[in-house]
Each structure stands twice: as structure tokens, then as C-alpha cells.
């Protein structure tokens, strides 16, 4: 079976800081997810990328980048983390095509001092 | 745009009661429809998943769903409930292809 990990599990950050999240995974899906989950609400797509060397934004993509370095990994940069924020960021993937169920990773939990 | 409801925030049930958690969906034609858990502290696992077809869907530990067109529903039973099962359950619905759209969760409670 494959696996998909997310670093770091945990993350701190300062007000102003440029974060980056990490995501690999060994599917060989050719489609990678970044959403964010905040308490008590859903999860919010936030970029995507349907294969290699392509990215879409989501509906969340303001404050954020992402890279899409190979086909197994996908980063996401907070470009300037807000104060007292708070969040879980979940990458996934999934094979390529329409109405596909993601499969997902354990999250980074986000503090932002 | 299609959407997903799920219309309790929270569920408690004795163990080794019955389940039905609710998902009430929006959607132009016959959807795909997913339900996820979430364990304490861990990312989101596949429970079950129904593509257009037979209405009634089995998944992982027990669980099952039914797709009802009429009642635009697609609710997650299990017949015996577990302590382990205590945990967020979050129903989806693929929208404009590759996004998926996620309900707000509900937070499933064990009475031992």
C-alpha cells in the first residue's frame, strides 16, 4: 500500500513568516490536493495540481503558493502567516480524472504566535 | 454549485446501538457522493464511495450508505456501533471535477 506524509507534523510560526508545508506521496496518483480545515468547519481547497507541471487554485488560494516539484510532491508556502491563526492543512491525491475520492495524509497543525 | 449538508453538528448513541448519520446533497443530475473519517488528531480516510448505481453502498468497518435520489440523501448507517467509531465523519460531493466539496462533519459520541 502506499502512503502519503506530510512535514512537519507540527508547525510554529510568527506573525509576517513565510511557512512551507511539505507533502510526498507513493500512489503515483497524478493528482495533488492542498486543503485547509479549520475548527468546526469543513475542508477548503486552497491549489491543486491535476498532473505534473500544472496548478490550479482553489477557492482558498489568497496567502498562499504552491509548487508542484515532481509528480510525487506538492508544496504549499503561507506567504505571510497571520497572527493567533490556526489551522490543518491536508494534502491528497488522486488518480486523474473527474469525481475521484482523495486519499489523504495526517495534516500540519499551524500555530501562528 | 453542488453542495453537501450535514444537518447534525453532533450524534451521541450507545455502543452497540444502530447509526445513521445524515447527508443531505445539491446537485444538478446523479452525483458521486463520499464519506470520510476523521480519527482524533489524524487526516481524513475513505470510508466508502458511490458512483452512479446500485443505491445501497458498503465500505469499511461495517459501514454502509444510501444513495435516494428523491430525498437527495445519502446517509451512513452501521448496525453496531463501536467505541472505536467515535471520531468526525464528513460527507463530500465532487464539484466542477476536481474540486471536492466537504459538509461541516459530525461529530460522532460513544456512550460506553
Known amino acids: 500500500g502506499g502512503i502519503i506524509t506530510q512535514t512537519p507534523k507540527f508547525l510554529i510560526g510568527q506573525e509576517g513568516q513565510k511557512l512551507t508545508l511539505k507533502c510526498q506521496q507513493n500512489f503515483n496518483h497524478d493528482t495533488m490536493y492542498w486543503y485547509r480545515q479549520d475548527s468546526g468547519k469543513g475542508l477548503r481547497l486552497i491549489y491543486y495540481?491535476?498532473?505534473?507541471?500544472?496548478?490550479q487554485k482553489g477557492d482558498l488560494s489568497e496567502g498562499y503558493d504552491a509548487s508542484r516539484e515532481k509528480k510525487s510532491s506538492f508544496s504549499l508556502t503561507v506567504t505571510s502567516a497571520q497572527k493567533n491563526e490556526m489551522a490543518v492543512f491536508l494534502c491528497a491525491s488522486s488518480y486523474r480524472g473527474n469525481n475521484q475520492a482523495p486519499l489523504f495524509g495526517e495534516g500540519t497543525r499551524l500555530s501562528v504566535l | 454549485a453542488q453542495s453537501v449538508t450535514q444537518p447534525d453538528a453532533r450524534v451521541t448513541v450507545s455502543e452497540g446501538a444502530s447509526l445513521q448519520l445524515r447527508c443531505k446533497y445539491s446537485?444538478?443530475?446523479?452525483?458521486?457522493l463520499f464519506w470520510y473519517v476523521q480519527y482524533p488528531r489524524q487526516g481524513l480516510q475513505l470510508l466508502l464511495k458511490?458512483?452512479?448505481?446500485?443505491?445501497v453502498v458498503q465500505g469499511v468497518n461495517g459501514f454502509e450508505a444510501e444513495f435516494s435520489k428523491s430525498n437527495s440523501s445519502f446517509h451512513l448507517r452501521k448496525a453496531s456501533v463501536h467505541w472505536s467509531d467515535w471520531a468526525v465523519y464528513f460527507c463530500a460531493v465532487p464539484n466542477m471535477g476536481y474540486k471536492l466539496t466537504f459538509g461541516t462533519g459530525t461529530s460522532l459520541l460513544v456512550d460506553p
Open positions: 495540481s491535476i498532473t505534473e507541471n500544472d496548478l
Open positions: 458511490y458512483y452512479p448505481g446500485d443505491p
Open positions: 446537485y444538478f443530475g446523479t452525483p458521486y
